[in-house]
């Protein structure tokens, strides 16, 4: 079945600064690829998701970008700010019927220090 | 418009002991889920139900049991808790179109198996 690595685990930034978390999968059949933000005691909320037909979408300030060729795609965050900091989650799933059936990556702690 | 609601948010259970977690949606999505989240490990699908009438095992069934009661509920249960199973659960559910493949969570039950 579908595995999904996500790196790094945490990451720590100055705000201002950009922050960028990196997803492999390993399921050449999978085609959607979401990016999920959980805040602290919080439930998990979708920020951004991409396609397989698409090679890059943004979104003000995040963006993804996914390299079918090598199987990975990334999430990448533009002058970050406090409320940025939360645990993001990389996602990835196959089509038909299956989009909801999601396998999740194992989430990137991201501190932003002010 | 209440969304995802999931019931308890906390319980304490002993070994051995059976339980219910209770999920609706309001938003007359076809698809329903149960995730678990441990620390390190990201959220991991238990079983899903993509339609009312069918459900699905997913990457962690074992010890675990579902039911797709309604179009609105889907039930997960715990015959008999396991310390392995203490976690943070959460139901979600979507339309699970082309167009919206978006997951909406609940809440989260905390669930502590002594």
């Known amino acids: 079945g579908e595995n999904v690595e996500q790196h790094p685990s945490t990451l720590s930034v100055q705000e201002g600064d950009s922050a960028v978390i990196k997803c492999t999968y390993s399921d050449s059949a999978s085609n959607y690829f979401p990016w999920y933000k959980q805040e602290l005691g919080k439930r998990p909320q979708l920020i951004i998701d991409?396609?397989?037909?698409?090679g890059e979408k943004k979104d003000q300030r995040i963006a993804v970008t996914l390299n079918k060729t090598a199987k990975h795609f990334s999430l990448h965050i533009t002058e970050t700010q406090p409320e940025d900091s939360a645990v993001y989650f990389c996602?990835?799933?196959?089509?038909?019927?299956?989009?909801?059936?999601?396998?999740f990556g194992q989430g990137t702690t991201l501190q932003v220090k002010p | 418009n209440a969304g995802v609601t999931q019931t308890p948010k906390f319980q304490v259970l002993k070994t051995g002991q059976s339980m219910t977690l209770q999920c609706a949606q309001d938003m007359n999505h076809n698809s329903m889920y149960w995730y678990r989240q441990d620390p390190g490990m990201g959220l991991r699908l238990i079983y899903y139900s993509a339609s009312e009438g069918t459900t699905d095992k997913g990457e962690v069934p074992n010890g675990y049991n579902v039911s797709r009661l309604n179009k609105r509920e889907f039930s997960l249960r715990l015959e008999s808790a396991a310390p392995s199973q203490t976690s943070v659960y959460f139901c979600a559910s979507s339309a699970q179109t082309a167009a919206n493949e978006k997951l909406f969570f609940g809440s989260g039950t905390q669930l502590s198996v002594l």
């Open positions: 991409i396609r397989s037909n698409v």
């Open positions: 996602a990835a799933s196959k089509g038909s019927g299956n989009t909801g059936k999601l396998i």
